[in-house]
């Protein structure tokens, strides 16, 4: 089945692809790997949501409307910052939640208005057909910095108690006594993008590009399209983790510069 | 007077009615293990905060005070010496630079080396020294930042009884010609016979006493 170029992907083909899933649970069993429901249910959210996903997007493109196109960048940073929350093993003290909160929704919204307007440059600039899909890339790689920050920025303060506490001790401020660990956990942050910027092209076609070319599109104008996203990306991780970062770091101490946690 | 302690109360730990230190002096602080030695010193460098009552340095009140200007004039020695990786240099440099202070000159640094008589070059690594050489490099470092009250949570423990007594007396010699206020948790006996000039003895608190 052909139409626009690209190959509509019959249903009971479709289905077929589940295999993979099926062959991973007999893989999971086999070994003793006790993962079987994480796979189910991760396979079911998958499924569930993108239909819901292509639903709405369909409702929504076809029904352009400034506030539809905020809404759903609303709906997606309140979900990446509870994903955020979800996946640190550790209870979160307010004020940490809070600096979360306040990056996520500062940090992409400004690195997605500059991509928007000043390098893609679409009009109407709530133009859903590349709206949405940017700010997904542009939040979901926020969300995926902070959490490594506030894990490296929590375990690399945590472990290291002894010495950060000695330094204060000394009289250094709590911003000198942690600058090691405040520098480390950008680092983590920022180097995932930076490593998929050094393969890109050759170990491997990023999803956006595929489906590009994969639709009919000039690979030409699939990689411009594709730079473009990836610096956005970096700027949109580095200005969301180093504001997280920034503002986060304070929250380890109490007002009189003891640690807190 | 240096310190002047009003019905602390903290954690179940510590309760002192009253209690006053003075300035210029070496004070050491014995007890058994789990008396709050470590806790009172910690209350003094403002590391941690009362749950009640009312800690006076040079009659102002703690909580009034900068902590960090407060640490950087009474300042603490942590139990384990934290050792940065890099040279000895590099390590007694530290000190200053986080407390925002000057560097100094190697002399300065060969003399506090020779102070707590440490024989090792400037160049030489810091983190293949033994316990008790870490030890006296973080007390060489403490000694540059010239604080007006040394607060010393065993400071020479990882030492023989002989090399500490050496060590701290020498080092007491060049903290007095500062002027200087030592209060010191130490275990040893011979120690605090030696170079207390006065002692508090701690015992662990009772339950009804809260």
């Known amino acids: 089945m052909e139409g626009n170029g690209i190959i509509d992907i019959e249903f009971w083909r479709l289905c077929a692809a589940y295999v993979f899933v099926v062959v991973l649970l007999i893989i999971v069993k086999w070994r003793g790997i006790s993962r079987e429901k994480q796979i189910i249910l991760a396979t079911v959210r998958m499924t569930v949501q993108l239909i819901l996903a292509g639903y709405v997007l369909t409702y929504i493109f076809e029904n352009p409307h400034p506030l539809l196109s905020l809404g759903f960048l609303c709906a997606m940073a309140l979900f990446s910052i509870h994903n955020i929350f979800k996946q640190v093993p550790y209870t979160l003290n307010k004020k940490i939640k809070r600096m979360v909160i306040l990056s996520m929704l500062t940090g992409p919204m400004a690195a997605l208005f500059y991509f928007n307007v000043v390098v893609i440059h679409f009009t109407p600039w709530y133009e859903p057909r590349y709206f949405i899909p940017i700010a997904g890339m542009i939040v979901g790689n926020a969300m995926t910095g902070v959490t490594l920050a506030l894990k490296n920025l929590h375990d690399g303060i945590c472990s290291n108690r002894e010495k950060v506490e000695a330094m204060l001790m000394l009289g250094a401020t709590p911003k000198r006594a942690v600058k090691k660990y405040v ?24 999803g956006m590009m595929t489906g590009q070319i994969m639709s009919g599109i000039s690979p030409l104008i699939a990689i411009e399209y594709q730079i473009a996203i990836l610096i956005g990306i970096l700027g949109s991780v580095s200005l969301t983790v180093v504001l997280f970062i920034m503002l986060s770091f304070r929250a380890f101490f109490t007002k009189n510069a003891q640690l807190s946690i | 007077m240096m310190f002047r302690l009003e019905k602390i109360r903290y954690k179940g730990i510590l309760h002192i009615d009253n209690l006053t230190i003075s300035a ?20 003094l460098n403002r590391m941690d905060d009362p749950d009640s009552g009312s800690i006076f340095y040079q009659d102002q009140l703690l909580e009034s005070l ?16 934290f050792i940065l990786p890099g040279t000895i240099e590099e390590n007694l440099q530290m000190g200053l630079e986080l407390t925002e202070r000057e560097k100094k000159d190697e002399t300065e640094l060969e003399k506090a080396l020779e102070t707590v008589q440490l024989q090792k070059a400037l160049t030489d690594g810091a983190e293949n020294l033994s316990g008790g050489e870490k030890q006296r490099l973080a007390l060489a470092r403490l000694l540059l930042l010239k604080p007006e009250v040394y607060l010393l949570d065993e400071p020479t423990a990882a030492l023989d009884e002989e090399t500490e007594l050496k060590v701290m007396s020498r080092f007491l010699e060049e903290v007095k010609l500062e002027k200087g206020t030592v209060i010191m948790i130490t275990h040893s006996r011979q120690l605090a016979d030696i170079c207390a000039e006065k002692m508090i003895i701690m015992k662990k608190a009772k339950e009804d006493d809260y």
Do not use: W, Y
């Open chain 2, 66 to 81: 900068n902590p960090i200007e407060h640490r950087r004039k009474v300042t603490m020695l942590s139990q384990t010496p």
């Open chain 1, 183 to 206: 520098d480390a956990a950008f680092d983590s942050a920022v180097l995932p993008t930076l490593n998929n910027m050094l393969g890109m092209g050759i170990i491997f076609l990023p």
């Open chain 2, 24 to 43: 210029g002096m070496v004070t050491c602080l014995t007890g058994e293990s789990g008396a709050g030695k470590t806790s009172l010193l910690r209350l």
